[in-house]
Nanobody
């Protein structure tokens, strides 16, 4: 399995917005649900959002519901995470991956380098 490539992170003030992008292989992307995860310093990686492969059904963690929006472009093998009304507690490294439910799946699961999101004044 080829590692996903995440991009779009950066430093933003509370209340600001960022859009993250994830590039995946066609084999990985076409028939699988895709999701975003994040890991803050000293904490375990946690589920953020997911989107189904064809209909684009979405699922969000309670902590980001109403603020974040996940989307995908099947023609480009890309998945995005629009993050609005960012809070300091959103600070983390963000990763994307194939998912089943709210868990990353693969044979084996392969994580990319992630992209850093820092929310600070």
């Amino acid at each position: 399995q080829v590692q996903p490539i995440e991009s779009g992170g950066g430093l933003v003030q509370p209340g600001g917005s960022l859009r993250l992008s994830c590039a995946a292989s066609g084999r990985t992307f076409s028939s699988n649900a895709m999701g975003w995860f994040r890991q803050a310093p000293g904490k375990e990686r946690e589920f953020v959002a997911a989107i189904s492969p064809v209909r684009g059904l979405t699922d969000y963690a309670d902590s980001v519901k109403g603020r974040f929006a996940i989307s995908r472009d099947n023609a480009k093998n890309m998945v995005y995470l629009q993050m609005n009304s960012l809070k300091v507690e959103d600070t983390a490294v963000y990763y994307c991956n194939t998912v089943l439910g709210r868990r990353a799946v693969g044979d084996p699961v392969s994580w990319g380098q992630g992209t850093q999101v820092s929310v600070s004044s």
